[in-house]
C-alpha cells in the first residue's frame, strides 16, 4: 500500500504534552501526559517500522524533549537504522551546535519549533517565555548541522501590535532568505479553542468570548482591530496563515 520511492511513516512515543503550559493549548485536556520511557517505547515501535525500509521516520509526539530526541536518536544507532527523521520540539537554552550534531548524526534532518512569538510581553501571555537570542541560536545551531528548521508562529495576541506583527514576519523572513530551502514557516492568528486555559478564564486574560460557530471549538472574541489586515498581507506576503 506504500509508495515506496519515498515512504515516510508517523510514530507516537508518547501521549501529552511534556510541557502543558501554553495558555492557547487544549492539550492538557484532549491528551493527557504520560510520562515514558522513550528509548523502551522507540525499541518496540521503531524495528517494525524498519521493515518497511521508510526513508522517513516522523516523530508525532506533540513535543519531544531534549532528552526524549536525544534517547531517540540512540535507539536509531543501536538498530543502525538507515533512516532521516523529524520531530516537534520546543526551543531551550541547551540546544548548542554540538547537541544538534548529535541528532543529525543519528539522521536527524527536520525540527519544527513552537516559538510562537519574539515578544516578551506576548511570550509571557502565552507563559512561554525562551529569550530571543535563545531562539536565534537553536535556529542557527540545527541549520549549522543540516537540520531543516519549521517555525511556528502566532500572530494577533492581546496587548501587540501590528507593528509587532511584522516585526516578527520580518525576523522570520531574515532567517528564510538566510537559507531558503531549509527554513519555513507555519504562521498562525490566535484562535480562542475550548478546552484551553484562555478559554477557562477569559476575563483573566482581558477577553470577551463570544458564540462558536457551527460545529465549531473555537469561539469569536474581541480581537484586535488590525488582525483582518495583518492576516490579509500575510496570505499574500509571508506564507500560511491560519
Keep these: 500500500y506504500y509508495n515506496r520511492g519515498r515512504l515516510t511513516l508517523p510514530v507516537q512515543l508518547a501521549r501529552g504534552c511534556a510541557y502543558g503550559r501554553c495558555t492557547y493549548c487544549t492539550y492538557p485536556v484532549v491528551e ?46 543501536e538498530l543502525g537504522a538507515d533512516v532521516t527523521w523529524s520531530a516537534t520540539t520546543k526551543v531551550h537554552s541547551a540546544m548548542t551546535p554540538q547537541f544538534m550534531r548529535t541528532l543529525a548524526d543519528s539522521g536527524c534532518r527536520t525540527l519544527e519549533m513552537g516559538v510562537e512569538t519574539i515578544h516578551e510581553s506576548s511570550q509571557k501571555f502565552f507563559d512561554k ?15 549549522s548541522a543540516g537540520i531543516s528548521v519549521v ?13 509587532d506583527a511584522h516585526k516578527q514576519l520580518r525576523w522570520w523572513r531574515a532567517w528564510k532568505k538566510r537559507a531558503p530551502e531549509r527554513v519555513f514557516g507555519v504562521h498562525n492568528m490566535l484562535q480562542i479553542d475550548e478546552g484551553s486555559p484562555l478559554s477557562h478564564n477569559p476575563k ?13 471549538f473555537t469561539y469569536r472574541w474581541n480581537a484586535l482591530e488590525w488582525r483582518p489586515q495583518f492576516e490579509r498581507y500575510i496570505k499574500e506576503n509571508g506564507g500560511r496563515a491560519q
Design 32 to 77: 493527557q501526559f504520560e510520562k515514558v520511557a522513550v528509548e523502551q517505547m522507540a525499541h518496540r515501535f521503531v524495528p517494525s517500522l524498519l521493515n518497511y525500509s521508510p526513508d522517513c521516520i516522523s516523530v508525532k509526539d506533540s513535543l519531544l524533549t531534549m532528552a526524549s530526541m536525544t534517547g531517540f536518536s540512540q535507539v536509531l544507532n
Design 151 to 163: 517555525i511556528n508562529m502566532i500572530y494577533g495576541i492581546p496587548g501587540e501590535t501590528i507593528d
Design 204 to 216: 483573566k486574560y482581558g477577553l470577551e468570548l463570544q458564540a462558536s460557530g457551527p460545529w465549531s
Design 129 to 143: 517565555v525562551e529569550p530571543l537570542e535563545n531562539i536565534d541560536a537553536a535556529v542557527e545551531a540545527a541549520l
